[in-house]
């Protein structure tokens, strides 16, 4: 009979604990965000969730988890787009816990990380972006660049479609102001040549000829263009 008693309670806590890791993921957190998980995942409570989501991110300064839980279970089904964009800035900001309690896969990436997670909704994010703007809705594309931009410094097409857009609003300060931006993630040519039309719009010509002349290129046809822009 004891023996009976050993084995259904070895069975019942093997059950727990693999029902315990789906539902929560691995590793130690507070009661807090444990119990922030509970009310996301199982009572379907998303207004319990934040609260006791907020709790924890107080109590786990450092936890990169509990924003990104905020932001992607919590804020988002409730369309709260402001605070979703402000917990991935604060994810991106902690650095313990970056592991994934869902991992998952992005076409033929593995995403195990936070921050890894992060970049690739920043891709998406930039993408819907693109698609409003070929569509014509420049100012729904805008924030959504921005965030992107935000969220993975490293997309240049944010940087390019921005300055696009503020010259299509007749900003020229604001679309050289993007290319800078871009220009000190990725110093390439393209960025250098939107900046030098710009400058020429603003009929800036001293600022023109100076980006000009920092074009590095081996494309011998490309250079000739380029210089004879110059003297133009």
């Known amino acids: ?20 890791c789906f539902f929560f993921g691995g590793g130690s957190s507070s009661y ?47 369309k709260k787009r402001g605070k979703v964009a402000a917990m991935y800035i604060e ?21 195990n990380n936070v921050h890894e997670a992060i970049k690739n909704e920043a891709s998406v994010i930039s993408n819907e972006a693109i698609v409003l703007y070929n569509k014509g809705k420049k100012s729904k594309a805008l924030p959504k660049f921005e965030l992107s931009m935000k969220l ?7 940087y390019m479609l921005l300055s696009d857009i503020s010259l299509e609003n007749g900003d020229i ?15 390439m040519n393209d960025l250098k040549i939107r900046k030098a039309l710009c400058a ?23 250079k000739i263009k380029t210089d004879k822009e110059i003297l133009m």
């Open 1 to 20: 009979m004891f023996k009976i008693f050993i084995r259904q309670f070895l069975c019942a806590s093997i059950i727990f604990l693999l029902f315990s």
């Open 32 to 78: 807090e965000f444990n119990s922030a998980k509970t009310y996301a995942r199982i009572d379907k409570d998303l207004k319990a969730a934040e609260e006791w989501g907020l709790k924890a991110l107080d109590m786990e300064p450092n936890n990169a988890l509990i924003p990104y839980f905020l932001a992607t279970e919590v804020y988002t089904p409730l």
């Open 91 to 111: 994810a991106l900001q902690r650095t313990e816990n970056l592991k994934l309690d869902r991992p998952f896969k992005s076409g033929d990436e593995f995403i």
């Open 152 to 158: 993975n410094p490293e997309i240049v097409e944010n």
């Open 173 to 187: 300060d604001k679309a050289i102001e993007y290319i800078d931006k871009g220009l000190a993630v990725n110093n």
């Open 200 to 222: 020429r719009k603003k009929e800036d010509y001293e600022l023109a000829i100076s980006v000009l002349k920092g074009i590095i290129t081996d494309d011998k046809i490309f």
